[in-house]
C-alpha cells in the first residue's frame, strides 16, 4: 500500500502556543488528505477534509481559526493548533487519497499532542 | 450526514473461537466499508473492505458480510489467535474521496 508520513510523532507544549504537524504521502499524490482527532479510549473523529489547492472543509463543531489546515502541494498538508490549551491533548492523525488509492484511505502514524 | 454504529463495545472470546462485530449506517448513498485494527498508540489498519455491488468477502481467517437493504455489515473472525486482540473499527463513505465516518469501535480480548 502507499505511505503516509507525519511529523513529529510526539509533542510536548506549553499552554498558549502554536504547534504544527505534517502530514507527507511519500509514494503517490494525495489530493485530499483528513484530519482526525483521536481521544482515549474514544474512536476517530473527523476535524476537516482538505483537498489540494483549496480551503479545507471542517466538520461542525471544528474551530478553523483554532485549527488551521494547509494543503498546498499534492504530497504536504498540515495541520497547525494554535494557542493550544490542555484540552487540545489528544492524538492526531492524517489519512490521505487519490487516484491511484481508489477509495482506500492511507493513515498517517499519528502525533501525540500533549499541553501542558 | 452519516451516522454509524459498532456493537459490542467490548468483546472477549476463547482462542480459537469466532468473534463477530456488527455495524449499522444510515446513509443509503454510502457504497464503501472499511474495517480497521487498531493497536495502542498505533495508526488503524486496514484489515478487510466491502463496496456495496458485493454481499461478502473473505480474506482467510477474515470476513465482511453486508445486507444493504438493512444497512448492517459485521466482521467475522475465525479461530482466533491472541495477536487478533486490539481496537477494531468500522467506518462507511460514499466512496471515491469522500470522507470516512467511524463506528464507536470494539475493544476485542483474545483469551489464550
Known amino acids: 500500500g502507499a505511505v503516509v508520513s507525519q511529523h513529529p510523532s510526539r509533542v510536548i507544549c506549553k499552554s498558549g502556543t502554536s504547534v504544527k504537524i505534517e502530514c507527507r504521502s511519500l509514494?503517490?499524490?494525495?489530493?485530499?488528505m483528513f484530519w482526525y482527532r483521536q481521544f482515549p479510549k474514544q474512536s476517530l473523529m473527523l476535524m476537516a477534509t482538505s483537498n489540494e489547492g483549496s480551503k479545507a472543509t471542517y466538520e461542525q463543531g471544528v474551530e478553523k481559526d483554532k485549527f488551521l489546515i494547509n494543503h498546498a502541494s499534492l504530497t504536504l498538508s498540515t495541520l497547525t493548533v494554535t494557542s493550544a490549551h490542555p484540552e487540545d491533548s489528544s492524538f492526531y492523525i492524517c489519512?490521505?487519497?487519490?487516484?491511484?488509492?481508489?477509495?482506500?484511505?492511507?493513515f498517517g502514524p499519528g502525533t501525540r499532542l500533549t499541553v501542558l | 450526514g452519516e451516522n454509524v454504529e459498532q456493537h459490542p463495545s467490548t468483546l472477549s472470546v476463547q482462542e480459537g473461537d469466532s468473534a463477530v462485530i456488527k455495524c449499522t449506517y444510515s446513509?443509503?448513498?454510502?457504497?464503501?466499508f472499511p474495517w480497521y485494527k487498531q493497536e495502542l498508540g498505533k495508526r488503524p489498519q486496514l484489515i478487510i473492505d466491502?463496496?456495496?455491488?458485493?454481499g461478502e468477502k473473505k480474506d482467510q481467517r477474515i470476513a465482511v458480510t453486508l445486507n444493504k437493504t438493512a444497512k448492517h455489515f459485521s466482521l467475522h473472525i475465525t479461530e482466533t489467535q491472541p495477536e487478533d486482540s486490539a481496537v477494531y473499527f468500522c467506518?462507511?463513505?460514499?466512496?471515491?474521496?469522500?470522507?470516512?465516518?467511524f463506528g464507536t469501535g470494539t475493544r476485542l480480548t483474545i483469551i489464550p
Open positions: 489519512s490521505a487519497t487519490g487516484l491511484r488509492a481508489g477509495n482506500e484511505q492511507f
Open positions: 466491502i463496496r456495496s455491488n458485493v
Open positions: 446513509d443509503s448513498a454510502s457504497n464503501y
Open positions: 509514494d503517490f499524490q494525495a489530493t485530499t
Open positions: 467506518a462507511a463513505s460514499r466512496g471515491g474521496n469522500e470522507k470516512l465516518t
